[in-house]
């Protein structure tokens, strides 16, 4: 990595470094870097502590720690008083430029409407033409799936080997297994949209493409805090592009904003996103599509970390869970 590349990767770990979001490995080539950086060291500590009643008087820190991202997930009167307070805050401002962000949000009408909309699809640049899809995360809900005798079973196989191409399509995704300690033991994810490789050119159903989620993994054994916690192995054939996570969530209040992190074998965070608690509840689990970026056979790491804290409370603040993808 060239000095310039460390520096600004350092500065822009500063409050994740400060809101305890980093992992061990991180927080200890930040720490050997600032130790050696006057300059950076400096802007590390222009990020301490907040005195006591400036809490909420700037933007929150695990906003400016994933800002690229907030940049894109913020919506409603919550991205309309963020772009406000930007436009007459100096020190938030200038947070965000000593960090190597755009000092700036974007304004969307759409976007800060009372319903909230979904994000516009980004054209990619000349200067990124070939390159992998960035890394992204949806919430699923998984329901219980209604037990169907074996006799209607071949009686709709039957109906559908004599359909005309007229007839309509029906696609329903089975998901065996439990994903919870308290779930049902046959699982089904309503609407499941489905990796494509293309729409069919002819034929009957020409112009559509099927999709199928993957089938969710549950994850147990968390660690508190840096803890390492017990390994779950899940056993697959290759690279994966897309994974389904089950885990139980932080012990923390549902509105509180939530940061997602994917983590490599060596530490390494491959993306970070912030959700509220409550879209994890209830019975739900989490998607990650790497697109291009397959997730090859390894050891990754799944930290949920919250800010969220209560003088003479003790609030679960962060969880982490580790799983191998092992070739079968």
């Known amino acids: 990595m060239e000095r310039q590349d460390t520096h600004l990767w350092v500065r822009r770990r500063l409050v994740a470094r400060r809101a305890g979001l980093l992992e061990e490995s991180e927080a200890a080539r930040v720490d050997a870097h600032l130790a050696e950086c006057v300059e950076c060291s400096t802007i590390a500590e222009s990020f301490a502590a907040s005195p006591p009643g400036e809490a909420g008087a700037h933007i929150a820190a695990s906003l400016v ?6 940049q894109r997930r913020l919506r409603g009167l919550e ?5 406000r307070h930007l436009e007459r805050c100096a020190d ?19 976007w800060e409407s009372a319903v909230p909309a979904e994000p516009a699809p980004v054209a990619a640049s000349a200067s990124a033409t070939g390159a992998a899809a960035p890394a992204r995360a ?3 809900r998984i329901e219980a799936a209604a037990r169907r005798s074996p006799w209607r ?15 309509v399509l029906m696609l329903v995704a089975n998901v065996r297994g439990r994903l919870f300690d308290s779930g049902a033991a046959t699982l089904l994810v309503p609407g499941a949209p489905v990796w494509s490789r293309g729409a069919l050119a002819s034929g009957p159903f020409a112009g559509m493409s099927l999709r199928i989620e993957p089938q969710p993994r549950a994850l147990s054994g968390p660690a508190r805090g840096e803890g390492l ?22 012990n923390v209040p549902d509105t509180s904003l939530v940061t997602v992190s994917l983590l490599d074998a060596f530490g390494d965070t491959l993306y970070a996103v912030s959700y509220r608690q409550w879209e994890f509840r209830p019975r739900r689990c ?14 990754y790491a799944l930290v949920l970390g ?7 409370d003790e609030i679960e603040r962060k969880l982490r869970y580790r799983f191998e993808l092992r070739e079968k």
């Open 65 to 70: 720690a994933q800002w690229p991202q907030a």
């Open 306 to 312: 919250s800010q969220i804290a209560k003088a003479g």
């Open 138 to 140: 949806r919430i699923v």
């Open 153 to 167: 079973d071949r009686a709709v196989l039957a109906w559908a080997s004599v359909a005309t191409a007229a007839a």
């Open 92 to 110: 938030c401002r200038q947070d965000l430029e000593a960090l190597g962000f755009e000092s700036r949000l974007e304004l969307v009408p759409e």
């Open 79 to 83: 991205r309309a008083l963020v772009r």
């Open 229 to 250: 916690g017990k390994l779950n192995v899940i056993p697959v054939a290759g690279p994966l592009s897309s994974l389904a996570l089950g885990f139980k969530p932080l």
């Open 286 to 299: 989490l998607v990650i599509d790497r697109g291009e970026a397959t997730l090859t056979p390894g050891q």
